[in-house]
């Protein structure tokens, strides 16, 4: 009998797909040459929406800009850990402007911006996971970067590097399924780093590359529902076995960007 999971009501926040193209390639997932639909996009990503408050969490919006069309990815733009927001410095030119507006939502609704010095890309590689925050490092957000939310948050920070560049951020190859556990997908980490989630999490629930290939890490969890890629299927019968409930959430459309659930969703932890 799989143990009876609860769920803790999340305060989100997101932005709409209304400017999303891919113009540029900064991942491997990325081909400006490949059509995207922005109006089978939109419908995603508000199915989304509506599976969030469907089950009981909060959702704010920001307002998306022309020209920012990775705008969409709003985990990318900080890590919120009791109220206190690390902001991001992105790597590739593209996406640098971002910061600006994110910034400005944050300082509406009443929270300070600490702004890093090194290349950060917010909850993309700095995952909160209970007593620790999980950092990723070896693609985009720098092993600095870490060092400075250490600083910042007074949380240890477990750095972990990323070797595959198709899962170029954490939050692609390992998520939060509640305070005491993760999944992921163990050829992502280098060895000496697949060592350490051994340690931390001898009960993970291990992910395929196919699994994996079809984002099915980029999930959230708010501690029974996971909201998952439905391409994921056998990682949905191991959370299944494990008594979490998944909530399939097509988002095909952003796979072409190189995102997925968790990349349109920036969680506030207050
Ligand atoms: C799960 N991931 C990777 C995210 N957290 N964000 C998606 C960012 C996609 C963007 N084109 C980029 O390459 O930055």
Known sequence: MPESRVARPRRFLVCEPRFFAVRYAINPW????????????RRQWLSLVDAYRRHGHTVETVEPLPGLPDMVFAANAA???DGRVFGSRFHAPERRPESVPYVAWFKAHGFDVQHPESVCEGEGDLVPAGR???????????PE???????????PVIGLTLVDPYFYHLDTALFVLDEENVAYYPEAFSPGSREVLERL??????????DARAFGLNSVSDGRHVFISPGA?????RLADRGYVPVPVDLSEFRKAGG???????????
Request: glycine share 6%; aromatic share 8%; hydrophobic share 40%.
């Open 145 to 155: 970067a870490h060092r400075e939310a250490q600083e910042f948050f007074g949380v």
């Open 79 to 81: 890590v919120v850990v």
């Open 201 to 210: 999490y001898p009960d993970a629930v291990l992910a395929t590359r196919e």
């Open 30 to 41: 990325m081909r400006p040459e490949q059509p995207v639909d922005v109006s089978l996009a």
């Open 132 to 142: 620790w925050i999980l950092a990723g490092t070896g693609f985009r957000t720098t």
């Open 233 to 237: 299927t056998e990682l949905a019968d």
């Open 260 to 270: 997925g659930i968790k990349c349109c969703t920036q969680e506030i932890r207050s």
